[in-house]
C-alpha cells in the first residue's frame, strides 16, 4: 500500500477558519484535481478540562468541564506536506495546542 495523502482533522473557532483557509491556499494545500479551496467544516460540541498548570485563557474553574461549540475542519494534503500544515495550524490558531490530527489515506 501507497500513502501519498492524509487528511487533515482540525477544531478550530469558526472566525478563523477563513484565515486558516486562506493560508493553506496560497501554499497550494487545499488543490483537489482541478478545484482549489478545498475544504469542509461541521460545527461541533467539545469538551475539555484545563489541567491545573494550565495557562487559563478561560474564565473556568479547573474543577469545571468547559463545553464549547468549535468547528472541525477538513482537508488533504500530501505526506509531505504535513510539517509545513502543521506550522500554519501553530501559527494561526489561537490555542497553544491545537488538537490536530493527520490521517494516512490508503491510495489504490
Known amino acids: 500500500m501507497k500513502i501519498d495523502f492524509v487528511k487533515v482533522e482540525v477544531l478550530i473557532a469558526e472566525e478563523y477558519i ?23 467544516y461541521a460545527k461541533y460540541k467539545h469538551y475539555s478540562r484545563p489541567l491545573e498548570f494550565a495557562s487559563l485563557e478561560m474564565p473556568v474553574p479547573i474543577e469545571s468541564e ?4 468549535v ?3 477538513e482537508f488533504r494534503c500530501m505526506v509531505h506536506q504535513v510539517e509545513k500544515v ?13 488538537v490536530m490530527y493527520f490521517i494516512p489515506i490508503l491510495d489504490e
Not at 33 to 39: A, F, I, K, P, Y
Not at 66 to 69: D, K, N, R
Not at 86 to 98: A, C, N
Open 18 to 40: 477563513s484565515v486558516l483557509r486562506e493560508h493553506l491556499h496560497e501554499h497550494g494545500f487545499l488543490n483537489y484535481g482541478n478545484q482549489d479551496n478545498v475544504l469542509s
Open 66 to 69: 468547559c463545553l464549547q461549540t
Open 86 to 98: 502543521k506550522k500554519i495550524i501553530h501559527d494561526l490558531h489561537p490555542s497553544e495546542y491545537p
Open 71 to 73: 468547528c472541525k475542519v
